[in-house]
């Protein structure tokens, strides 16, 4: 397919074509999109999503790419990037609407500085509201689900959807937009007045637990593996004696067991190899089968 010639001209935001997608991952890893589009606005990204579905074209949403391993092939298609491009924060009494785009720092830091409290614990998680939302995202006991009021959603075929929080299907590390294949345009979380003092001392405390415990200078995605029913990822890891575990570039951090890690060129093919290394050692070692947290996406 032309792509250059059928994404000429058009007003989506800014396309690229043949693009490096590991420049676009936190783990540095992955093959080029045949296009790529950062949106900026709302009908930007309605009328691209549209546009895709009449022309046969697979859009494939990313965020901030903190919790994503894309393949060696990349993806084919339209990558549609929703990140700080996308990035529009307002306040109305103690309701924060959040453009899909805008980083869960970046949205809790201008929480703390209107007084509210609610979001200092997971304003580590270096993901956009987009990702955060889609994955329930959670850290130190809150979840999205805790403090959501509502998201505004587009379908694949360009319709809005508004849903409150229980529609949502909340649950650990999961939600409705990957059962019903949705996008996140905006969401409203709903938060509490309180003394900035106090606010900024849990704020100060998360952060340097976060810095303490996390190779936060590695690239990674963060916790490879979901929570096993009855234990912790990390510490099986540990108790397997896989720290610091290498094979080529990729590695379980030092740091923290539950991090896999690109130490400079691992490829998705071998990283994917090393997740499954780690699960079956993990298994056969403890009977714990660890399921994995980051999303693989691209061709195979
Ligand atoms: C150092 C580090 C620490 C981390 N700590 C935590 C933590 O404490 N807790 C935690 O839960 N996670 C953590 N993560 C993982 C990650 O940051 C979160 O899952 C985050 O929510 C992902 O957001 P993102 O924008 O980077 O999403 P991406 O990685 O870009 O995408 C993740 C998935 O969400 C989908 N998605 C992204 N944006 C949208 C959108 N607008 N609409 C619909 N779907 C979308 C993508 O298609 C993909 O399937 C960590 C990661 C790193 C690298």
Known sequence: MDYRALYENKDFGIIKFDEKLKNYTNFGIGGSADVLVEVKEEYQLVDLLKFNMENGIESTILGNGTNI??????????????????????????????????????????????SLTGMEEVSGIPGSVGGAVAMNAGAYGVEMKDIIKSVRLISKDG????????????????????????????????????????????????????VSKQPLDKKSAGSTFKRPLGSYASKLIDECGLRGYKRGDCQVS???????????????????????????????????????????????
């Open 159 to 210: 319709e809005i959807l508004e849903y409150d929080n229980k529609d949502m299907d909340f649950s650990y590390r999961h939600s409705r937009v990957f059962d019903d294949d949705l996008i996140v345009s905006e969401a409203i979380f709903e938060l509490k007045k309180d003394n900035q003092e106090k606010i900024y001392e849990k704020f100060d405390d998360f952060t340097n637990r976060r």
């Open 254 to 300: 030092e740091k923290h067991c539950g991090f896999l890690i690109n130490n400079g060129h691992a490829s998705c093919e071998e990283m994917i190899n090393f997740i499954e290394e780690v699960s079956s050692i993990v298994f056969e070692k403890t009977g714990f089968k660890l399921e994995r947290e980051v999303k693989i996406i691209g061709e195979r």
């Open 69 to 114: 391993l894309v393949t060696d092939k990349g993806i084919r298609g339209c990558v549609i990037i929703i990140s700080k491009n996308y990035d529009r924060i307002s306040l109305d009494g103690n309701l924060l609407k959040v453009s899909a785009g805008s980083l869960l720092s970046k949205a809790s830091k201008f929480s703390f500085k209107n």
